[in-house]
Antibody
Framework: EVQLVESGGGLVQPGGSLRLSCAASGFSFSTYWMNWVRQAPGKGLEWVANMNHDGSAMSYVDSVKGRFTISRDNAKNSLSLQMSSLRAEDTAVYYC??????WGQGTLVTVSS | QAVVTQEPSLTVSPGGTVTLTCGSSTGGVTSTHCPYWFQQKPGQAPRTLIYETSNKHSWTPARFSGSLLGGKAVLTLSGAQPEDEADYYCLLCHGGTVMFGGGTKLTVL
């Protein structure tokens, strides 16, 4: 059974940093593209970043470029999102999403003073 | 940057058929845009109904199907059930990046 478990969310002040993790199991993680997707309260889904299977290619939505870094550890079946210079508008539930469409349950990030 | 378009809202009668569409501001949608369709109910994480145009997961009800038609990706719901009332999002790939549509609120009434 495919499982994706996000962790690392919480309350952080504007300008602060946070590292999200996504632990994967039940599928061949090292062969899948992986995405981070977020959903602000009451809003739609927004793609944040993705990374190819071996970590050699990555892309970001314009609003997070230079502030967020996606990474993966295929030996540990883990995906990460390092977030810095956080803003109020980054407040959202963050999900990991695999190629072919497996979702985690999400982790809430709240940026507020 | 490309914009992905969906109908903001649709209504379908129980047992009826409805078509949701997903377009791109850059032109016609093809299989290279790897269309996905997701369903989200209030308070729940999204779940994938269709991936890469027309592929279903084991949990996808048979009444849902995905296709390409008239330059758009299409999600067809045949025989709507009350439990199908939800928000539906499409996703398109543009090169290495990904974009979601704004979502369609489907009412079964």
């Amino acid at each position: 059974e495919v499982q994706l478990v996000e962790s690392g969310g919480g309350l952080v002040q504007p300008g602060g940093s946070l590292r999200l993790s996504c632990a994967a199991s039940g599928f061949s993680f090292s062969t899948y593209w992986m995405n981070w997707v977020r959903q602000a309260p009451g809003k739609g889904l927004e793609w944040v970043a993705n990374m190819n299977h071996d970590g050699s290619a990555m892309s970001y939505v314009d609003s997070v470029k230079g502030r967020f870094t996606i990474s993966r550890d295929n030996a540990k079946n883990s995906l990460s999102l390092q977030m810095s210079s956080l803003r109020a508008e980054d407040t959202a539930v963050y999900y990991c999403l695999t190629e072919k469409g497996y979702w985690g349950q999400g982790t809430l990030v709240t940026v507020s003073s | 940057q490309a914009v992905v378009t969906q109908e903001p809202s649709l209504t379908v009668s129980p047992g009826g058929t409805v078509t949701l569409t997903c377009g791109s501001s850059t032109g016609g949608v093809t299989s290279t845009h790897c269309p996905y369709w997701f369903q989200q109910k209030p308070g729940q994480a999204p779940r994938t109904l269709i991936y890469e145009t027309s592929n279903k997961h084991s949990w996808t009800p048979a009444r849902f199907s995905g296709s390409l038609l008239g330059g758009k990706a299409v999600l067809t719901l045949s025989g709507a059930q009350p439990e199908d009332e939800a928000d539906y999002y499409c996703l398109l790939c543009h090169g290495g990046t990904v974009m979601f549509g704004g979502g369609t609120k489907l009412t079964v009434l």
